[in-house]
């Protein structure tokens, strides 16, 4: 980001190449619909960009990446707060859930791993809204506590709480 920022147009295409995954998926899974979230994502990317003169170093470049995404997504929440239907495929039609390779498992184990991503979704889909977005900037962001913390504008211990009830939330669903 220091390099985009001081000029270097290519850094951007790097930034892209590596974090437009995990924000897409991130916003998709938080607004649950596929228009909105692919409009939330060219804000995020726009807002980095009309940023870049101003950026400092003050975290992680992947907590100020989500602290847009977060920050863009309360703006929609205030705009439209009733929430649409999970979508498991990605803008292609490509699952949203990765799944292992059917050809070498049995299709007994198949379907299994299909259920149980499919429930994994639905789960997730289900959470409370702030246990979501920690769990997913956890799991898409690869974000620490402090950094979720950070990007969400919580003390580090609510952030560890959602965490940890999304965890316990989603463990006793799995079990079931």
Known sequence: MLLYRDGEAGAFDVLYA?????????LLRQCREAGAAEELFQDVWMNLVRARASYTVQAKFTTYLYRLAHNRLIDHYRKNRPAAVVSLEEEDGA??????DERVRPAAEALDAKRQAARLAELIAGLPEAQREAFLMQ???????????????????????RLRYAMTKLRQGMQE
């Open 18 to 26: 590596r974090h437009k995954g995990g924000v897409y998926r991130y």
């Open 139 to 161: 799991q898409e962001g690869d974000m620490s506590v402090e950094e979720i913390a950070q990007a969400t504008g919580v003390s580090r211990e609510t952030a560890k709480s």
């Open 95 to 100: 699952a949203a859930v990765e799944l292992p």
